[in-house]
């Protein structure tokens, strides 16, 4: 199970993430999306393509765009289509899952 984390707050997790030159890529359904605004934010990737970011806001505090997407990949990142990728702070870690007795 991985956890998308930041200031206490899980803001994402999922069973699997697609990951990609080191960066966990969640998929759009493991987003708890009370905590994700868009922001105007976007930047270019030679093959990937053109990413949207997200602000991140939880606990009273903001993250501007620490969250990031590619809503039309490129043929080469289709796995990512979506799928949601942090920095800026954000903590991807792997929890062990629970055990029921």
């Known amino acids: 199970m991985m956890r998308a984390v930041w200031n206490g707050t899980v803001l994402a997790e999922a069973e699997q993430?697609?990951?990609v030159e080191g960066n966990h890529y969640f998929s759009p359904e493991?987003?708890?999306r009370e905590?994700?605004?868009e922001s105007r934010a976007r930047s270019?990737?030679?093959w990937k393509g053109l990413?949207?970011?997200y602000t991140v806001t939880a606990g009273g505090r903001t993250n501007r765009n620490?969250?990031?997407y590619y809503p039309?990949?490129?043929?080469?990142?289709r796995r990512i289509k979506n799928h949601v990728a942090?920095?800026?702070?954000?903590v991807v870690e792997e929890v062990a899952p629970q055990v029921s007795r």
């Open 66 to 68: 620490a969250a990031w």
């Open 30 to 32: 493991s987003l708890r």
């Open 17 to 19: 993430t697609v990951v």
């Open 72 to 77: 039309h990949p490129s043929p080469l990142a």
């Open 35 to 37: 905590y994700f605004t």
């Open 51 to 53: 990413a949207r970011y």
């Open 86 to 90: 942090f920095w800026n702070g954000v």
């Open 44 to 46: 270019l990737c030679f």
